[in-house]
């Protein structure tokens, strides 16, 4: 109790010391008249009181430094009119406390919003996460009788319907994983930090894709370029980026991969040589479902997701993605993120 209300208790003690001096000094008792209100407005401002216990403090405090001040006025210390200095204290005091409650109502409400808004997202990413596990099986068994249909039916139509199956089932699949990703970017836990050594990040990717298409693959890191950063997730956005990159290019064009550091940041680059995006397209490739071509998208296993993800990637380590792109010459994307060591 008593540690809990220090402070009030300190504040009491100091007003009641004031009071004796105002009924004990021959003159200046206006000082430690106007100590006992300013010190009254200062604990105020430390303090969370309830409204009730304001207003009895309040009319505690005008009926004793009334009665010193009469004290005071009845000895002939001072005029009559001094006592106007007491409503005029409780004005002011009013007049802060109705401040800072508006104050306090204001954060508050800042606050109940922020946790409503947790909640929501925590209840979006449980129902995705819902929706992606409820759809694994389903996707699995079908494609589990799809491979039987494909297997008994080698060389005819029904092999080949079968094998439309399973890619449109492969596309079903890696929607409802890309969609859990996403929903799971918004989520303040998302990411996992750790050291992160670029230069390892990009040739564990190089080969991983290199054999996979026949490209001109090319690679340069900065020695020093590491950072704390989600190794994982960052995977998954240059992943998503040479897919994008190997899927626009053929045979013998070329696919660069490299990080530089540069003023407080380090970029991640993937450059093609391939289809290029035309430039009215180029606004609005890292929305979700956006597609330049929607014929190559479809046919290629594409998704539209891969680049919405690169962009939240980025973005949850606070950076950002952008592109050059010029059709028929190639393109560059770029992530750009701060490099943070800790
Ligand atoms: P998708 O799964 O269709 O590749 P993305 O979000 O990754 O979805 O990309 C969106 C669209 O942006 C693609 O369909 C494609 O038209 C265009 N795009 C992305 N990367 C490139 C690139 N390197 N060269 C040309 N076009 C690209």
């Known amino acids: 109790m008593v540690r809990k209300h220090w402070i009030e208790i300190a504040w009491g003690t100091f007003a ?20 006992i209100w300013v010190s009254l407005t200062l604990v105020y401002g430390l303090r969370r009181w309830s409204l009730r216990a304001t207003a009895a403090t309040l009319g505690t405090v005008m009926i004793v430094t009334a009665y010193a001040l009469a004290v005071v006025i009845w000895r002939g210390h001072e005029e009559l009119d001094e006592l106007s ?7 002011m005091f009013v007049a802060m406390v109705w401040h800072a409650r508006r104050r306090l109502a204001a954060v508050d409400e800042a606050r109940r919003r922020a946790e409503n808004e947790h909640k929501l997202l925590e209840r979006e990413l449980e129902f995705v996460r819902d929706a992606a596990h409820e759809l694994r099986t389903p996707i699995t068994v079908a494609g589990g009788h799809a491979e039987l249909i494909r297997a008994a039916h080698a060389d005819d139509q ?11 089932l492969n596309r079903l699949s890696r929607i409802s994983e890309r969609l859990l990703l996403l929903a799971a970017a918004e989520h303040p836990d998302f990411l996992n930090r750790e050291e992160v050594d670029l230069k390892a990040l ?18 340069h890191s900065d020695a ?13 956005a240059l992943d998503a980026l040479i897919e994008n990159a190997v899927k626009s290019t053929e045979k013998g064009d070329a696919v660069s991969i490299s990080s530089r550091t540069n003023d407080g940041h380090v ?18 490739i890292f929305e979700r479902f956006a597609r330049t071509d929607l014929g190559r998208g479809r046919r290629a296993g594409g998704t539209g997701l891969g680049l919405a993800i690169v962009k ?3 973005e949850a380590h606070d950076g950002r993605v952008e592109v050059e ?9 770029r992530m750009e993120l701060p490099s943070t060591k800790r």
Not at 267 to 284: F, K, M, N, S, Y
């Open 16 to 35: 009641i010391g004031n009071v004796a001096v105002i009924l004990t000094l021959d003159r200046w008792e206006t000082i430690p008249f106007h100590f």
């Open 312 to 314: 939240a990637i980025a």
């Open 267 to 284: 970029e991640i680059e993937v450059a093609d040589t391939g289809a290029g995006i035309p430039a009215d397209q180029l606004g609005r």
């Open 224 to 236: 020093e370029a590491v950072i704390r950063a989600d190794g994982e997730r960052l995977r998954i």
């Open 202 to 219: 990009i040739e564990d990717a190089l080969r991983r894709w290199s054999p996979a298409a026949a490209r001109r693959w090319k690679e």
């Open 325 to 333: 792109s010029t059709p028929g010459v190639g393109s560059v994307f």
């Open 158 to 168: 029904t092999g080949s319907d079968a094998e439309v199956v399973l890619d449109e």
């Open 85 to 91: 200095e007491v409503p005029l204290m409780a004005a």
